[in-house]
């Protein structure tokens, strides 16, 4: 409890320090972000009983392009990575997820979202973000990152380069992270793309479970990747494709790594 | 001699505003003020002449015929309340009348048009980014037809402006919620009404200028502004929900799908256009860095949040 206690401390001065001057223009409300991550703690904590590896890589007051793999159906991922970074820190902040405009439409789900730190998902929203000393949370699988079926659990998709555009025009370094144990919260999934298209809905997976299950969750902070000072921000598509290539590939190793060292449910719960 | 500004839309609070700032700011200066409406409470100045006259092209060609205007201020665009009449007559006004009012400035050889548009131009969807610029879409009718003129008028204002950019100069202004004491737009009666429905379900970020600010602003496009589009608002961005709170209204937090059915329902006597709805669920929100790289920073004399306080 006093952990507890000390964490949510810490973020709010860390909150009031940064947001107190100037209100957060994509509608980010710092007390309700707090009590939200309050709820979402103990689920963190003993439910998917997430550990943080490598987390002194993330240096105070930079602001980064936090760039994940997408996984586990639902993005139960990017909840967890934003709580690692608010409540596991030495330097606590709210990372801003660049989210779907299904999202944003949703009556309830989408204030909630805004209010506790998600953004559109937009290139002017990102170019603005960072512009203003904020570190935001990009899927570059996008919907086929997370919407996969079982066989392909863990398989990287191809990432689009947008990113790597942005990243290029803010100079904003790219912080790569690999989240493992969040394709076991739906082992056994199915996709039903033509409804999902017939609905307007960005995936319509079909899993056994309905709630999550209890997987536990390592996120891996790779190394921060340094993009060539000379690149443009307009360079040709071939000549970001070496470090999309490269990106893709420390995720990937990272992902590799921690499924080695994965920790199994059974060994969990000690069954 | 004195120099003549055309106003148009006289009668509108906006407008009387303008006028009043027009003449405290420089003295040697005649306003002829126009409007569709009837001219009532018109502040008592020599320096002011107001008519009321049909929006037709023989009446505005008599007026540039008999006056040498230097600027025109065209501030007089009709809104979307089913009190301001059907959409032929808005759009005989709002497309027809401005399209006149170009033609005859450039033939009476005008120096400067200031038009006063809308930020509803660029619409409220989900996926509108921050801080649009003057480039971004202009996307308000796609959903709503009843906003068809307003972008029609915006478009054809800024065709006109660039093809004729070596003749005269004009300007388009893109304002963000104009609110105050003495504005009756949609915006502030809704901010204004004791009990405001509000969506329990969105929140989304809002800009507000206060009326005086916006006045000033007219002027300093007349005064100061070369051809061009420039979104006016300040730097603050306020949610609804936070607006609401600072005039300290009583809200009625209500699910949006049933605020767009009571609104449906109330429109008879509310004249709630519903188009209104969905700015109180999606952003569209602009950016100010064109205004700010004429005028600089601080700009504007009152925040959103005092323009907000002076409405309690």
Redesign the interface.
């Given at each position: 409890m006093a952990g507890f206690i000390r964490k949510f401390t810490k973020l709010e001065k860390a909150l009031k320090e940064r947001y107190s001057k100037e209100?957060d223009?994509?509608?980010l409300?710092p007390s309700r972000a707090i009590n939200d991550l309050k709820v979402i703690w103990p689920f963190y904590k003993y439910y998917f009983d997430v550990r943080i590896h490598d987390k002194d890589r993330v240096k105070e007051g930079s602001p980064y392009m936090v760039v994940s793999n997408h996984t586990g159906q639902i993005p139960i991922d990017g909840l967890l990575i934003c709580t690692a970074f608010a409540t596991e820190l030495d330097h606590p902040r709210i990372l801003r997820p660049l989210v779907e405009?299904f999202l944003?439409?949703l009556?309830?789900l989408?204030?909630w979202s805004?209010?506790s730190g998600a953004?559109?998902g937009?290139?002017?929203?990102c170019m603005?973000l960072l512009k203003r000393g904020e570190s935001v949370l990009i899927f570059p699988e996008g919907v086929k990152g997370i919407a996969k079926e079982s066989k392909d659990h863990y398989k990287l998709q191809r990432f689009t380069k947008g990113f790597l555009r942005m990243a290029l025009a803010s100079k904003v370094e790219i912080l790569p992270i690999a989240v493992v144990g969040a394709e076991e919260f739906f082992p056994y999934v199915m996709h039903f793309k033509k409804i999902a298209k017939f609905l307007s809905l960005p995936a319509l997976p079909l899993s056994l479970n309905v709630f999550p299950l209890p997987s536990p969750v390592d996120i891996y902070i790779g190394e921060p990747y340094m993009l060539p000072a000379e690149l443009s921000a307009e360079a040709l598509d071939e000549e970001l494709e070496p470090h999309i290539m490269a990106l893709e590939k420390q995720i990937e190793q990272m992902t590799q790594v921690g499924l080695l060292k994965r920790r199994t449910m059974t060994q969990r719960l000690n069954i | 001699m004195s120099k003549k500004i055309l106003i148009i839309g006289i009668q509108g609070a906006m407008a009387k505003i303008t006028a009043e700032i027009l003449i405290q700011s420089r003295s040697d200066i005649q306003i002829i003020g126009v409007d569709s409406r009837p001219i009532e409470n018109m502040p008592n100045r020599p320096q002011i002449k107001a008519q009321q006259i049909k929006y037709n092209r023989t009446n505005f060609e008599k007026l540039f015929r008999e006056h040498q205007f230097e600027s025109v201020l065209h501030l007089g665009r009709l809104g979307h309340s089913p009190a301001m009449g059907n959409i032929h007559k808005r759009i005989d006004i709002n497309l027809v009348g401005t399209n006149t009012i170009l033609e005859l400035a450039q033939k009476f050889q005008t120096k400067k048009v200031v038009i006063l548009s809308t930020h509803h131009v660029y619409g409220a969807l989900?996926?509108?980014?921050?801080?649009?610029?003057e480039d971004a879409p202009l996307r308000a009718s796609f959903k709503y037809a009843e906003l068809r003129d307003v972008v029609e008028m915006d478009q054809m204002c800024t065709n006109w402006m660039w093809k004729n950019q070596n003749q005269i100069e004009t300007i388009v202004l893109r304002p963000s919620n104009i609110i105050g004491p003495q504005i009756k737009n949609n915006i502030t009666q809704y901010l204004k009404t004791p009990y405001a429905p509000l969506?329990?379900?969105?929140?989304?970020?809002f800009q507000f200028i206060h009326e005086f600010d916006m006045a000033t602003m007219i002027v300093n496009a007349m005064e100061k502004f070369t051809t061009g589009i420039y979104n006016v608002t300040g730097d603050?961005?306020?949610?609804l929900h936070e607006a609401a709170e600072i005039i300290g209204v009583k809200k009625i937090l209500v699910?949006?799908?049933a605020v767009e059915q009571l609104a449906k329902f109330l429109t008879p006597v509310w004249k709630f256009p519903l188009y209104m709805l969905d700015y109180v669920k999606?952003p569209s929100?602009l950016d100010n860095s064109e205004l700010k790289k004429i005028l600089g920073p601080d700009t504007f004399r009152f925040s959103a949040k005092e323009a907000l306080e002076l409405l309690k």
């Open positions: 209100r223009p994509w509608g409300e405009r944003t439409s009556p309830f989408g204030r805004s209010e953004v559109l937009d290139r002017v929203n603005n | 989900p996926d509108n980014p921050m801080f649009l610029k969506p329990m379900d969105y929140n989304p970020m603050d961005v306020i949610s699910p949006i799908i999606f929100t």
